[in-house]
């Protein structure tokens, strides 16, 4: 069993920036990899990013792809940084844990609660 809690969210203009953070519970944080999931209002969840268990490879949605940056530690947290932010990046930010490398949700055996991150124009 693996619980995650997310921090980091907030208000912020167009062009700043914030970084979020997914601390998890247990020992296990290593068997897995991490991705990181978003949800618009009206909107389905959609994938953000996934960094592998080793913290080796990733991947981004075409969306955000040079201006987030998913990393990890050894102590239980994964972050994505997000940089140049803009209106439409407007969204709940889940964070999941699964056994693969995966941009599917369904593939993700673990969730966070969500933290609001809210861009303004």
């Known amino acids: 069993q693996v619980q995650l809690v997310e921090s980091g969210g907030g208000l912020v203009q167009a062009g700043g920036s914030l970084r979020l953070s997914c601390a998890a519970s247990?020992?296990?944080?290593?068997?897995?990899?991490m991705g990181w999931f978003r949800q618009a209002p009206g909107k389905e969840r959609e994938f953000v990013a996934v960094?592998?268990?080793?913290?080796?490879?990733t991947d981004y949605a075409d969306s955000v792809k040079g201006r987030f940056t998913i990393s990890r530690n050894s102590a239980n947290t994964v972050y994505l940084q997000m940089n140049s932010l803009k209106p439409e990046d407007t969204a709940v930010y889940y964070c999941?844990?699964?056994?693969?490398?995966?941009?599917?949700?369904?593939?993700?055996?673990?969730w966070g609660q969500g933290t609001q991150v809210t861009v303004s124009s």
């Open positions: 999941a844990a699964g056994p693969a490398v995966s941009d599917n949700s369904h593939f993700y055996n673990y």
């Open positions: 247990g020992r296990t944080f290593s068997r897995y990899c």
């Open positions: 960094i592998s268990k080793s913290g080796g490879s």
